[in-house]
């Protein structure tokens, strides 16, 4: 088979064996290629391969398919959208930081919408609010799939960037960032714990990591020593995951305090249920 040089990269060897053999994908391949790098079709002799094959398949694809396929191409590769990711502990700053970055979309002229999840009802349903007090209106949802029906599609099609915060709680996450930014073009930013008060995975943020352009982990100040803290401790004995409250449950923590913190809340727990069953056990 003739060696030719990628049209994408200088050293390109061959194309996969199964790209010589005609299929709807090779057609696809062969075209999209075509249609990428006509410039370098027409001035590379080595890819006169592909050349004939192109022009072998003029009762498959017409000219016109292939004018409306090459705008195809560049409407998707114009308007690839992003996925930026803030996680880190409670108390780290990462509302403040999503507000921060949709602000300056917002003053770059960029149309933003922001959603959290209707499960944070400790500051009010209609804003994101920072533990600072910093607030801006949002839209509380239960699920993200929701979102496009209820903003409208026009108003949703004419969205730039949409924030979501609190993306922890939100089962569609990776579905929804997947879609949003590969097909509709949207830059996404999400702000989310990347673990609960086990530092296990919460929810589905760890989930759109291989998604995401970047990746920003905060820190808060260790409540106990004034380090950098990168965990949150749970301050009750309540064992269920989601437990929605702020500094009257979690406190931000450094690794040694997390440990030696979480001994203490585990013998207290482990001390409270010894007497509630002495107490049973009395009654
Ligand atoms: N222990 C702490 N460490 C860092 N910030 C704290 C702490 N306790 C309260 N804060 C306040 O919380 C703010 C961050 O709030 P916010 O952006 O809502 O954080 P997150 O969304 O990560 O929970 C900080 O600017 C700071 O004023
Ligand atoms: C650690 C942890 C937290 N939560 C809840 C508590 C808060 O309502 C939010 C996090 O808020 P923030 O914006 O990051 O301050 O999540 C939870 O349900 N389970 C946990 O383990
Ligand atoms: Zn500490």
Redesign the pocket.
């Known amino acids: 088979m003739l060696r030719m040089k990628s049209l994408l990269s200088p050293s390109f060897s061959t194309l996969s064996p199964h790209l010589t053999k005609t299929t709807p994908f090779s057609l696809y391949f062969l075209a999209s290629k075509s249609i990428l790098c006509n410039s370098q079709i027409l001035k590379n002799p080595n890819c006169l391969h592909i050349k004939s094959t192109i022009s072998s398949m003029k009762p498959l694809m017409s000219s016109n398919s292939i004018q409306s396929r090459r705008v195809q191409i560049e409407a998707s590769q114009s308007s690839s959208g992003e996925i930026h990711v803030?996680v880190?502990?409670?108390?780290?700053?990462?509302?403040?930081?999503?507000?921060r970055r949709v602000q300056s979309e917002t003053s770059n002229g960029r149309k933003v919408a922001i959603i959290k999840s209707n499960k944070d009802t400790r500051y009010g349903l209609d804003s994101i609010?920072?533990?600072?007090g910093?607030k801006l209106p949002c839209w509380a949802l239960a699920d993200l799939s929701s979102f496009r029906e209820k903003l409208g599609s026009d108003a949703y099609d004419e969205l730039d960037v949409i924030g979501i915060?609190e993306a922890q709680f939100f089962g569609d996450l990776y579905e929804f960032c997947c879609k949003a930014a590969d097909h509709e073009g949207k830059t996404v930013i999400v702000?989310g714990?990347d673990g609960d008060y086990l530092r296990r995975s919460f929810g589905s943020v760890l989930d759109i990591i291989p998604l995401a352009d970047s990746v920003t982990k905060?820190?808060?100040?260790?409540?106990i020593c004034g380090k950098r803290?990168f965990f949150t401790l749970r301050k009750t004995a309540e064992t269920k995951t989601e437990l929605i409250g702020g500094?009257d449950v979690y406190?931000?923590v450094c690794r040694q305090h997390y440990v030696s913190g979480q001994v203490v809340i585990e013998e207290a727990t482990r001390i409270v249920l010894e007497s509630q069953k002495v107490q049973c056990g009395e009654k």
């Open positions: 803030i880190g502990p409670m108390f780290a700053g990462k509302t403040t930081t999503l507000l609010v920072t533990h600072d910093v915060d702000a714990l905060l820190t808060a100040r260790c409540e803290a500094a406190m931000p």
